[in-house]
């Protein structure tokens, strides 16, 4: 525990985190299931205060690159988990400690180990620290989506998309404008967007387009 | 905002979790995205609390099982969340404010809109609230993994499981086992567990067993 920069009031927390299946019952499977969804909602905040104009399936996307199994191996070897975790013979044998699965099982678990030891404010901070650096590391997506989706369409020469106003409505001072944005290529796309201004709407509808494609590729 | 026990300090948070996408920018798909992440923590640790025996397996199970588009819908129309709702024009002709959909992510960004404004605490308790009479009414497996092993495959006329220790090792105050778990329909599934003893051994092998034949009928 000498790297992680928290000081567990009851040491068995941490040793119970620790503990692979391999070595047994009880073992750390089922802090495992509390420390993602902690890691979860931690990281889901950081992503929401540094990116405040991304979508919610931006937003999703990024955290899946930051929370996944490879993502916290690395943090794992980096607060050397793998020296202390304790596994059964088999897999200390195949070199278990070594493993990305093992390692990110173990970090996911410590994290709920924080969270039962000291409270939320506690484990938010330790998450935080080991998290921030990593989404300051994101490249800030300064392209608007209008930009992304012409470059994307672009790179596989496919045609540019064409953005129609449909309806505009409301008093001067408080106008809304419907927009579509259409795709004929890799397949028929065509989404709305409403915005206060027409640029605005065209955001949004090549926003949606976007993400339609992105869903395609998934 | 009446059915929340929740008062808003900044009522404007509120107000945006209810906006739905098809009124326009700002909406509350962000707060969703933030809303899902707490919900999902908050639910793990209720369940986590409430079924101490239950595997990661389980716990993933029961909580799918509570946190989802048509069980949100449930609970966003006993807080009558489809009355405060703000919708496109489109949606509005439609009835969205009775789509499950529509609801579920409207509950779920109510939830985001309470962390922020107050914190996780309160958030905590809210979620809770709502939540421990569904956790309360799960049917409390208290049945072993092999009885239900067991009657799972009576129920389907399937030959029952074969145990066999395999190996134990260790002093004798501290003995381990190893024992497998075998069953042959609907296909053969073999699966290794260990304990303190033969029993504890034997529980956790049919536990994986019972997982593996879950995940075929997934």
């Known amino acids: 525990m000498t790297r992680l920069a928290y000081r567990f ?13 391999s070595a047994g019952k009880p073992n750390n499977e089922r802090l495992e299931f509390l ?3 902690l890691l979860g909602v931690v990281v889901a905040e950081l992503l929401y205060e540094a990116h405040p104009h991304a979508s919610e399936g931006e937003l999703s996307r990024l955290r899946a690159q930051l929370v996944n199994g490879q993502a916290l191996a690395v943090i794992a070897r980096e607060l050397e988990l793998g020296d202390e975790l304790k ?7 195949s070199g278990g400690f070594r493993r990305d699965s093992i390692l990110a099982d173990a970090f996911e678990a410590l994290v709920a180990a924080v969270y039962l030891d000291a409270g939320f404010a506690e484990c938010r901070a330790v998450v935080r620290s080991l998290f921030e650096p990593l989404v ?4 800030r997506s300064s392209k608007d ?5 012409q470059e994307l ?6 045609p540019l998309p064409q953005y129609e106003l449909v309806d505009s ?17 890799p397949m028929p796309i ?20 976007l993400r339609q494609l992105q869903d395609l590729q998934d």
């Open 87 to 93: 596994l059964g013979s088999g897999e200390l044998k």
């Open 169 to 185: 409505h409301g008093e001067d001072h408080a106008k809304t404008f419907d927009v579509t944005c259409e795709i004929t290529d």
């Open 190 to 209: 065509r989404a709305e967007g409403r915005g206060s201004s027409r640029r605005a709407a065209e955001q949004e509808a090549a926003e949606t387009v």
């Open 145 to 149: 989506a209008k930009t992304r989706l």
């Open 136 to 139: 300051a590391a994101i490249p």
């Open 153 to 158: 369409l672009q790179g596989r020469g496919w």
């Open 35 to 37: 420390g993602d969804a």
């Open 9 to 21: 009031r009851d040491p068995a927390l941490a040793q119970l985190a620790l503990t692979h299946r």
